[in-house]
Nanobody, 123 residues
Framework: QVQLVESGGGLVQAGGSLRLSCAAS????????MGWFRQAPGKERENVAN????????RYADSVKGRFTISRDNAKNTVYLQMNSLKPEDTAVYYC????????????????WGQGTQVTVSS
C-alpha cells in the first residue's frame, strides 16, 4: 500500500507560479513511478506529468510542456510539480498518483491516489 498526500495548491494570477508537493508513505513507496493528474469541472481527467521510479525518465502532456517540471527527491519520499507561466486553463484539482507496482517507468497506470489539491489561476 502507498499513501499519497498533496500540498501546495492555491490561488495565483495568470503568469504566476506554484509548486505542488506529494509526500508518499508506505512500504517501498520511494520505488514507485509517480505522476500528476488534473481534473477541471466538466472535463475528463488529464495526465499532466509522470516520473519514473528513479527520476531518470519523465513525460509531459503537450498542454504543459515547457511550463511544468516534475521532479522527485527519493530521500524525502516526495514528488514535486513546479508550475510556471500558469494560465486560467490550468485551473483544476491536481492529484498525485502512483504506479501499481514498484520500479516502473514514466508510462504507467495509476493504482494509488492522493486526495487532490485545488489550483486556481485567475485572469
Amino acid at each position: 500500500q502507498v499513501q499519497l498526500v498533496e500540498s501546495g495548491g492555491g490561488l495565483v494570477q495568470a503568469g504566476g507560479s506554484l509548486r505542488l508537493s506529494c509526500a508518499a508513505s508506505g512500504r517501498n513507496a520511494v520505488n514507485y513511478a509517480m505522476g500528476w493528474f488534473r481534473q477541471a469541472p466538466g472535463k475528463e481527467r488529464e495526465n499532466v506529468a509522470n516520473i519514473s521510479w528513479s527520476g531518470g525518465s519523465t513525460r509531459y502532456a503537450d498542454s504543459v510542456k515547457g511550463r511544468f517540471t516534475i521532479s522527485r527527491d527519493n530521500a524525502k519520499n516526495t514528488v514535486y510539480l513546479q508550475m510556471n507561466s500558469l494560465k486560467p486553463e490550468d485551473t483544476a484539482v491536481y492529484y498525485c498518483a502512483a504506479d501499481q507496482q514498484p520500479y516502473g517507468g514514466s508510462w504507467f497506470t495509476p493504482k494509488y491516489w492522493g486526495q487532490g489539491t485545488q489550483v486556481t489561476v485567475s485572469s
